[in-house]
C-alpha cells in the first residue's frame, strides 16, 4: 500500500498518521513492511539520503536494513555497535537526536563517512521501539530545515512506533511460518517443506531452461548410537550432522531432514555430474568429523548417499525422489559409506 499524503498546511498530523497505520497494518510480510516505510518516509519527507538500522541482537550491533542516497552501496555492508555513532546512541538510549552539526557532536562517528564516501552535516535519529525493546533506528542525514520544528520530529517519532509495531508483527509471523517448516531436532528444513523447495525448483527450471539435483542419505548403523549412547545423544548426533551438512553447501542450497536418520539437499543450478562432487564433499566432510569428543564419547558416522537431477535422470517431483532413494539404498545393500547416482556412477573411495 503506497502512502500518498503529503505534509502540507492543511494537512493534520491525526489524518496523516491514519494513512500510515493503514499502510503498516496492510501487509505481515517483513520485506513488504520495509517497503511501507521507505515508500513513507520518501513521500512525507522527500530526504536525499536517509537509513533504516535494524538491530542483530546476535552480535549487539546496528545494521542497514535500508539505505536510500549517494552513500546507500557503500553503506549496506557496514555495522555498528549498540552505543557507537549517533544512530547506535540513539539505539542504546531510546531517545531522538536531532544534530545541525554531526562533526562538532561527540557521539558522531566520523569513520562512517570515510568508508562511505559521503560528507555527513545534519542528522535527525529516532528510535524503533515496540514492547520496550529497540529494534533499531530511523536516520535521516543533511535534512531540512523543517526539522528544527518539534512538530515535525513528534510526526517522525510516531511513525517510527507505527514501524516498529509493524515490524515485530512480521517477525513474530515469520517465526510461526517457520514453525511449520523447520524441523525442531536438526535445525533445518522438514519434509513437509522440502516438497514446496523441489516444486519451486521444477518451476524455475522449466521456466529457464534449467536444472537442479538432489542428494539423498542415509546414516550408516545409526541404530547403534541409539542403542550405546542413548535416544538424547543420537538426537543431538543428527543436528550436528545438519551443520556438517549445512557448511559444505551454497546459500541457495537446502538441506532438509527427510525423516529419521535420512536427509536430502536440494542443488539448484546443478547437473548430476556437478551434484556428485557435492555429495563426494559431504561424505568426505562426514567421514573427517569426530563427533562429541569434549564428551569423550568419539562418535564416527558413515553415511550412504544416492544422486538424480532433474531433467537429465527424471520429470517430476516424484521420479527423482524415487530415483536418488532408489540410488542411496543401492550403496546401502551394498558397501555402505558410498555415493552412487541415478544412472550407476559409483564412488566409495578417496
Same mark, same amino acid.
Given at each position: ?215 539423498? @542419505? ?6 547403534? #548410537?541409539? =542403542? &550405546?549412547?542413548?535416544?538424547? !545423544?543420537? /538426537? ?86 524415487? @530415483? ?6 543401492? #550403496?546401502? =545393500? &551394498?558397501?555402505?559409506?558410498? !555415493?552412487? /547416482? ?9
Amino acid at each position: 500500500m503506497t502512502v500518498k499524503t503529503e505534509i502540507n498546511e492543511t494537512d493534520g498530523a491525526l489524518k496523516i498518521l491514519r494513512e500510515v497505520g493503514k499502510a503498516l497494518t496492510s501487509t505481515l510480510e517483513l520485506d513488504s513492511v520495509l517497503g511501507v516505510i521507505m515508500d513513507m518516509i520518501a513521500t512525507l519527507y522527500k530526504p536525499s539520503d536517509w537509513s533504516l538500522l535494524m538491530v542483530d541482537e546476535d552480535t549487539n550491533e546496528l545494521y542497514f536494513a535500508v539505505a536510500v542516497g549517494k552513500a546507500a552501496e557503500n553503506l549496506m555492508d557496514l555495522r555498528l555497535k549498540i552505543g557507537e555513532g549517533v544512530a547506535g546512541w540513539v539505539a542504546m538510549h531510546g531517545e531522538p537526536v536531532v544534530i545541525t552539526d554531526a562533526y562538532r557532536d561527540e557521539r558522531f562517528a566520523k569513520w562512517v563517512d570515510g568508508d562511505s564516501g559521503f560528507k555527513t552535516d545534519s542528522i535527525v535519529c529516532v528510535p524503533l521501539i515496540s514492547k520496550g525493546r529497540t529494534m533499531g533506528v530511523i536516520e535521516l542525514v543533511n535534512f531540512s530545515s523543517s526539522f528544527k520544528e518539534r512538530e515535525r520530529l513528534e510526526l517522525l517519532e510516531a511513525m517510527a512506533d507505527f514501524a516498529a509495531i509493524a515490524i515485530e508483527n512480521a517477525r513474530y509471523v515469520n517465526r510461526v511460518k517457520e514453525l511449520t517448516i523447520i524441523d525442531d531436532c536438526t535445525g533445518l528444513y522438514n519434509a513437509r517443506h522440502m516438497h514446496d523447495l523441489i516444486d519451486a525448483e521444477i518451476s524455475r527450471a522449466n521456466r529457464e531452461g534449467g536444472n537442479f539435483s538432489l542428494v539423498f @542419505l542415509d546414516l550408516d548403523h545409526f541404530k547403534e #548410537v541409539n =542403542d &550405546t549412547s542413548g535416544h538424547l !545423544v543420537g /538426537s543431538r548426533l543428527l543436528a550436528e550432522i545438519g551443520k556438517v551438512l549445512k557448511s559444505q553447501l551454497r546459500a541457495m542450497d537446502w538441506a532438509v531432514r527427510y525423516g529419521g536418520d535420512e536427509f536430502v539437499v536440494i542443488l539448484p543450478h546443478t547437473n548430476r555430474d556437478q551434484a556428485m562432487i557435492v555429495a563426494r564433499r559431504l561424505r568426505k566432510a562426514l567421514n573427517e568429523t569426530t563427533f562429541f569428543t569434549r564428551e569423550e564419547l568419539n562418535i564416527k558416522v558413515t553415511a550412504s548417499f544416492g544422486v538424480a537431477s532433474y531433467p537429465e535422470d527424471a520429470g517430476t517431483k516424484e521420479e527423482i525422489l524415487k @530415483l536418488s532413494d532408489q540410488a542411496m539404498y543401492k #550403496v546401502k =545393500d &551394498t558397501t555402505r559409506d558410498g !555415493v552412487r /547416482s541415478a544412472a550407476g556412477e559409483t564412488f566409495a573411495d578417496d
